[in-house]
């Protein structure tokens, strides 16, 4: 199955992305999880996307768009994916469908995990993130078993820079004006699944997995 999740920053894309990844049994590939990872080796491809990550705007696409076709063409992604992350512009939805259409590919689902603009600073604000592997943990909603380590691999968890109150208030704004298109784009083409993502992660991660049925 391919599949893209929508969603605005924080609601909860990327700690469902893990379940949904780990039952479908495809990789989960998300562009904030492969600049971060840049980022800390400092390579150029980092350095140049975290000065505009810092500011929660976002990396421009031509960077972005080359990246996920590199990830894409990977031998893991022939049986599907779920890309976590991206499109964040119609121009990336476009040439990812582009990219899928010359191998006779198409998205089958665009999950979008839908939380309205009131939930979302209380969850950016409280996520930590493990500095190892990038496991999403929240201080209330979600803690991990020990106090400040990750569950999986016992690494440090940290405030990502970009959760602040004042980048959380840009990135959402971001997201509105460049983002939310993509859900009448994907409507468009049949294959939008809106799931509530207020309730509890199990709950919001049964929806999904009860309206991926209907597609598979
Ligand atoms: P995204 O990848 O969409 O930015 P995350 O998956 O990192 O979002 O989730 C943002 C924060 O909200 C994290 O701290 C996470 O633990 C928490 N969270 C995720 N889903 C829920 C939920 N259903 N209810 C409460 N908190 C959640
Ligand atoms: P995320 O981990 O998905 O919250 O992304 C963190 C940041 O990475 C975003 O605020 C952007 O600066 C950048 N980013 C991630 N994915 C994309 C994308 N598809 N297009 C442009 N920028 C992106």
């Given amino acids: 199955m391919k599949m893209v999740l929508l969603g605005p920053p924080g609601a909860g894309k990327g700690t469902q992305a893990k379940l949904i990844s780990e039952k479908y049994s495809i990789p989960h590939i998300s562009t904030g999880d492969i600049f971060r990872k840049n980022i800390s080796e400092k390579t150029k491809l980092g350095i140049e996307a ?3 990550m ?29 890309l976590d992350g991206f499109p964040r512009t119609v121009k990336q939805a476009e040439a990812l469908d582009e990219f899928l259409n010359s191998a006779d590919g198409k998205i089958d689902a665009a999950l979008l995990i839908d939380v309205a603009e009131e939930f979302i600073l209380e969850r950016m604000t409280g996520r930590r993130v493990c500095s190892s592997c990038g496991a999403s943990y929240h201080i209330k909603f979600n803690p991990s078993k020990i106090d400040g380590k990750c569950d999986l691999c016992n690494g440090d968890l940290i405030q990502r820079k970009d959760d602040t109150e004042a980048t959380v208030k840009e990135r959402l704004d971001v997201y509105s004006k460049q983002t939310q298109p993509l859900i009448n784009y994907y409507k468009n083409q049949n294959v939008l699944l809106k799931i509530e993502g207020t309730k509890e992660i199990s709950e919001v991660f049964d929806e999904i997995c009860n309206s991926l049925k209907a597609i598979k």
């Fill in 54 to 82: 810092d500011n929660g705007q976002l990396v421009p696409d031509k960077v972005t768009i080359d990246i996920v076709k590199d990830r894409l063409t990977e031998d893991d992604c022939k049986e599907g994916f779920l």
């Fill in 50 to 52: 975290k000065k505009y």
